[in-house]
């Protein structure tokens, strides 16, 4: 069986205070039985103290990004193995903001999700066209391929420890968002991909997040559609109430 998860990507927000502030009050407003894995992506430096911090509760933390080598002179990266020894076990990879502003390509992201696996991390691997895809109907094409090119290499094995987030880019940080039928659509055809390429039980139990302005009052619906598994969330990840709103819209 496939799991609900809700997942906020908090990217370059929240100091070491705001971050501490923020978990209170998810603690506080979080519901105790829930479906849906929560996770929350604070950024690297405030990564060891939101895993304490979040010990005895129910939500995860997972890094925004990892680098593929193990070691060595990478100045200003983080290894898996130092997310690792802090507790945290889960990384996004992929993210749009990744690709376009910082150049990652399918095959470095390819080698990161080696790298994470490696390290039995689970990895949310990210991806989805540009609008100008979408407008030239190349969208099924460009999703194919890059989850063909980023992730269609590891083992069935490895399966178990992948997220799928499909975040059309135009959705991204827009207030626009694609609609519960634009998301099924894709989500359908993804997961037919996967089942394509390996196999019916693969496809069947790889949860595929919808990400791209979900907000409190879209949550419900883009979630009630069959391929949709649940969410990850940027904007909305930021206010307690709207994200703890949308983890009890799953
Ligand atoms: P958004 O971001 O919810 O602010 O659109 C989603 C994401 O970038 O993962």
């Known amino acids: 069986m496939r799991k609900k998860i809700v997942a906020g990507n908090w990217k370059m927000h929240k100091n070491a205070e705001q971050t501490e502030d923020l978990l209170n009050e998810l603690i506080a407003k979080m519901p105790t039985e829930t479906d849906a894995q929560v996770i929350v992506a604070p ?9 304490d911090h979040l010990e005895f509760t129910n939500i995860d933390v997972a890094a925004q990004n990892v680098h593929q080598a193990e070691a060595g002179a990478f100045t200003g990266e983080i290894s898996a193995d130092m997310l690792k020894s802090v507790g945290v076990n889960t990384v996004i990879l992929g993210h749009s903001e990744r690709r376009a502003i910082f150049h990652e390509t399918d095959a470095l992201i390819a080698n990161k999700v080696d790298t994470a696996l490696e390290h039995d991390m689970t990895v949310i691997f990210c991806f989805g066209e540009e609008l100008k895809d979408r407008q030239s109907k190349s969208h099924f094409n460009i999703v194919e391929n890059q989850l063909k090119d980023g992730l269609f290499h590891i083992q069935a094995n490895q399966w178990e420890n992948v997220v799928l ?26 997961r037919q991909t996967v089942r394509t390429a390996f196999g019916i039980e693969i496809a069947d139990n790889v949860s595929i997040l919808y990400g791209g302005s979900v907000k ?6 883009i979630f009630s559609k069959p391929d949709v598994d649940g969410g990850l969330i940027g904007g909305a990840a930021l206010k307690a109430e709207d994200f703890v709103a949308i983890v009890k819209a799953i």
């Open 43 to 51: 950024t690297f430096v405030n990564l060891a103290s939101a895993v």
């Open 165 to 190: 987030a499909y975040e059309p880019v135009w959705a991204i940080g827009t207030g626009e968002t694609a609609s519960p039928e634009q998301a099924q659509e894709m989500h359908e055809f993804i």
């Open 216 to 221: 409190p009052d879209n949550a419900k619906e």
